[in-house]
């Protein structure tokens, strides 16, 4: 019996753990949608846009991607050992000892799931940029938020104002106020949107680091 309580309650976990996920992502969903709606009209970038445009807002890297494999082939390697340990232990153990085992693959399981999660949206997100379809505009940048640490937001003017867009490159706040506050506001196929500086900025930028 007490074996049989053990598997609910991480089955329970595991049904919480796969709920809020889903949750999480259909309500991005529903915020991109609102949000593509108050975006003024876009329209589609040449591949020499696309080049400048991928360098600076692809962040899911080979080496990122070799990492996050690492974490979860360790997590799963470790859910195994846990798990073998378990089914050992509830044919041949103790309840207790079946629980102490059970509770560690259940960590180790979720761990492993929710990485490849992560690394299969962000993967997705690299092919969009790469392959899919982009568009742009040319914005102006009203004013500007700053979250914490490198993250800052541009607000632009939309079909409706006070439009928040994150920045994605570190320094391109800075460029975009030499810019006189111009941007390039990007838009992928999933309905992720970028703030990046303008070609030009960015590259008249470059020249005076050198």
Known sequence: ME????LLIIALI?????WFARVMKRKSNEQSKKFQENIPEMELIDEEERSYICENIVSFTTGR???????????????????WKSINMAIHGTADAFSSNLCPTSVFGGIAYST??????W?????RNETGVLKKRI???????HPGAN????????RKPGISVNISIPNGAYIMQEDNNMAMLIENEGGDFYLIPRIEAERESSKQEQ
Do not use: D, M, P
Not at 3 to 6: A, S
Not at 116 to 121: C, E, G, P, S, V
Not at 123 to 127: P, V, W
């Open 3 to 6: 074996k049989l309580k053990e």
């Open 14 to 18: 595991w049904a919480v753990i796969i």
């Open 65 to 83: 991607n070799v990492f996050l494999w690492f974490i979860i082939l360790l997590n799963l390697w470790l859910t195994s050992v846990y798990g």
């Open 116 to 121: 490849n999660l992560l690394r299969t949206a």
């Open 123 to 127: 993967l997705k997100e690299r092919e």
């Open 139 to 145: 914005v102006e940048v009203k004013a500007y938020e």
């Open 151 to 158: 993250n800052w937001n541009g607000i632009i003017k939309g």
